[in-house]
């Protein structure tokens, strides 16, 4: 980020005071997207600085104070300690932190996607439609992997994005929706998916020091045809070739509730020798990314670098250990978005891409109620960070 990046000129009014409501589950990247909208603020200069609209405008700490007591049953309620009347609030929860408890019966309790949903619901409950206006940012949307119907089954995300907005959310901004249909639940509000390639694009130029950028030396992979999109938008703004492999299903048995995988196949050109970047949006057991890296080692592909915008790792971290000590992998990229263990953090073949000036750089433009649309395509900063690497100026 040059320094033509590092703020953005604002001359519009504020919609109102700012302010941000990090849940509990999402305490340390509401702490970090706050550190950069107290700098940015105290920086900034305007003339209209005194005036009534702008009162409030600098201050040490944009994080409103709230919490969510529970009972000894488990039961809980929402509480916001100051007021947020006439606010312009923006609600950050990690539906994923897995990390956190709660007693009930005297027994500790991990906090399920659902508990998180439910703490979110609390504040807003609690908010009472005293705010100027609510967006939620939920970088992993809730239950958004139950987005279609195939039998007689619920509509966990559309149900949940409806609800939102039933209770007086404005927008929704997520990132790298599993599927951005989604949003045909709620056709008159705002929901912005937002992709992370601009920043899993920088956390591989900084941490591998030799690449070669074309498509004689690179390709970029899909590991199933439902994340077509996000590989070929890659593939394009590097101006590499694809790949993308599809799973072969037995249909006549079901195990655990799915067809079982018989093969992952292949479509695309050779990939002996090249690097390789395989690209989805989230990691879960990490199963079937291995798989797919197995094959491609099997088509005598050189390093192997994993892009993921969320890294559940939900079988924990001992295949990708394995993976990268048999030189299957290289390097896994995933976003602080979610909750990361300290384990992930330490290990050799991690990289952590940082989201917290990304969501800055958005609340601080959507308060002043100006277009965001050019932090969501973030076409032109790639080619800047390429360029400069193919330099050697990136550090």
């Known amino acids: 980020m040059g320094n033509r990046e590092e703020k953005r000129n604002l001359e519009s009014i504020p919609v109102g005071s700012l302010g941000i409501i990090s849940l509990e589950g999402c305490k340390i990247l509401g702490e970090q997207v706050d550190k950069y909208l107290v700098k940015w603020r105290a920086e900034r200069e305007s003339e209209h600085k005194e005036s009534l609209a702008f009162s409030g405008y600098q201050r040490d700490s944009y994080l409103l104070k709230t ?94 994005l409806q609800e939102l907005v039933s209770m007086g959310v404005d927008n929704i901004i997520t990132f790298d929706a599993h599927d951005p249909r989604v949003q045909n639940a709620i056709p008159l509000h705002g929901f912005e998916t937002v992709q992370p390639a601009y920043q899993f694009i920088k956390g591989l130029l900084r941490n591998v020091k030799d690449l070669q ?39 006549t048995q079901i195990v655990n509730g799915r067809n079982p995988i018989v093969a992952h196949e292949f479509l695309g050109t050779s990939v002996e020798g090249k690097d ?54 290289t390097k896994v990229l995933t976003t602080n978005l979610i909750y990361q263990s300290p384990e992930l953090l330490q290990r050799k073949w991690y990289v952590n891409c940082d989201m917290s000036k990304y969501i800055a750089y958005i609340i601080d433009t959507l308060n002043h109620d100006s277009s965001i649309s050019d932090l969501l395509n973030p076409n032109e900063r790639i080619q800047r960070a390429v360029a400069r690497y193919k330099n050697g100026e990136f550090k």
Do not use: W
């Open 67 to 160: 919490k969510v007591p529970r009972f000894g049953s488990g039961e809980a309620k929402g509480m916001i300690l100051e007021s947020v009347r006439g606010c312009d609030l923006y609600l950050l929860v990690d539906v994923m932190n897995h990390s956190m408890t709660y007693s009930m019966f005297g027994h500790d309790n991990h906090m399920s996607p659902d508990d998180h949903y439910q703490d979110l619901k609390r504040i807003i409950a609690a908010v009472g439609g005293k705010a100027r206006r609510i967006t939620v940012i939920m970088p992993f949307l809730y239950e958004s992997r139950q987005h279609k119907r195939t039998s007689r089954e619920s509509l966990d995300c559309a149900l949940a």
């Open 213 to 251: 950028i074309d498509s004689d030396h690179m390709m970029v992979i899909s590991p199933d045809e439902g994340g077509m999109s996000r590989a070929i938008y890659v593939a394009n703004v590097l101006g590499l070739d694809m790949g993308m492999f599809y799973k072969r299903r037995d249909y």
């Open 276 to 329: 390789m970047i395989i690209i989805d949006d989230m990691i879960a057991s990490g199963e079937s990314m291995l798989e797919v890296a197995a094959e491609l080692k099997k088509r005598k592909a050189n390093r192997i670098f994993v892009f993921s915008t969320f890294g559940l790792f939900t079988s924990g971290l001992k295949k990708f250990d394995e993976a990268y000590e048999q030189g299957l992998i």
